[in-house]
């Protein structure tokens, strides 16, 4: 089963949108910015994309607590 969409409190850099894509999606945390990078020259709304998630992605320990009820 594939792990939980959420933000995790290891490995961020900013928001760890980018490490709870990586730990979804079963690939290294450095990959997915690297994706995340290389995609923001492209035109289109990847950063908007990133900071929606971010406000709608819950942190791990916020999920974990949601869980417990």
Known sequence: ???ALVRPRSNRMI???CAGL???F???PVTMRVIFLVSCL???PQFLVYL???ILLPSEEKAHGAAAW
């Open 1 to 3: 089963m594939a792990a």
């Open 15 to 17: 928001a760890g949108v």
């Open 22 to 24: 990586a730990r979804r």
């Open 26 to 28: 079963g690939t290294t």
């Open 42 to 44: 492209l035109p289109g």
């Open 52 to 54: 929606a998630l971010w």
